[in-house]
C-alpha cells in the first residue's frame, strides 16, 4: 500500500512530501511556479527570501526545516495533464470535498469543476443521454 495521502492521489511522491510539511497550497504552488526546475531550499528562510515570498513564510521555513539544506528538483503539478485533473476531480468528488474546495486545492477554475461533474453524472446514468 502506498504511504500518500489518498486525497492528494494527483501529486507526484515528491509533492507529496512536500504537502504532508508545508501544505497542499505550498506544494500545488511549487509544481506549478517552479516545475522541473532545480531550487535550492536553504536550512532557515526569512520572510523576504524568494520561497516564503511565493508560498507564505510558515510553509517555507517547515520546507527549510524539513528538507535544507538541499537542492531539489520540483515535478509539475496538473499544469496541462487534463487526464490527472479530471481523476483528481472525480476522486475529491467521490470523497464528498465541496467545488470550492476542490477549486483551491487545484487551483482550477469552478466552471471546470462543473462541467467534470456532469459529465462523471452521464457516465454513471444507466439509462443515457436521449439527445
Not at 500518500?4 to 506549478?32: H, T
Not at 531550499?41 to 526545516?65: E, F, K, M, Y
Not at 470523497?95 to 477554475?109: E, H, M
Amino acid at each position: 500500500m502506498s504511504d500518500q495521502d489518498p486525497d492528494r492521489a494527483w501529486f507526484s511522491p515528491l509533492l507529496n512530501k512536500i504537502a504532508e510539511v508545508a501544505g497542499d497550497r505550498a506544494a500545488l504552488i511549487l509544481g506549478r511556479e517552479k516545475a522541473c526546475e532545480t531550487i535550492y531550499i536553504p536550512r532557515h528562510v526569512g520572510p523576504t527570501h524568494w520561497l516564503s515570498r511565493l508560498i507564505g513564510h510558515d510553509a517555507a521555513s517547515a520546507l527549510a526545516g524539513e528538507f535544507g539544506p538541499t537542492k531539489m528538483e520540483i515535478p509539475p503539478a496538473l499544469s496541462g495533464q487534463q487526464r490527472k485533473r479530471r481523476a483528481a476531480i472525480a476522486q475529491m468528488t467521490d470523497k464528498g470535498y465541496s467545488i470550492n474546495k476542490i477549486t483551491r486545492a487545484l487551483g482550477v477554475s469552478r466552471s471546470t469543476v462543473l462541467v467534470h461533474r456532469r459529465r462523471m453524472r452521464r457516465d454513471d446514468d444507466d439509462q443515457g443521454s436521449l439527445f
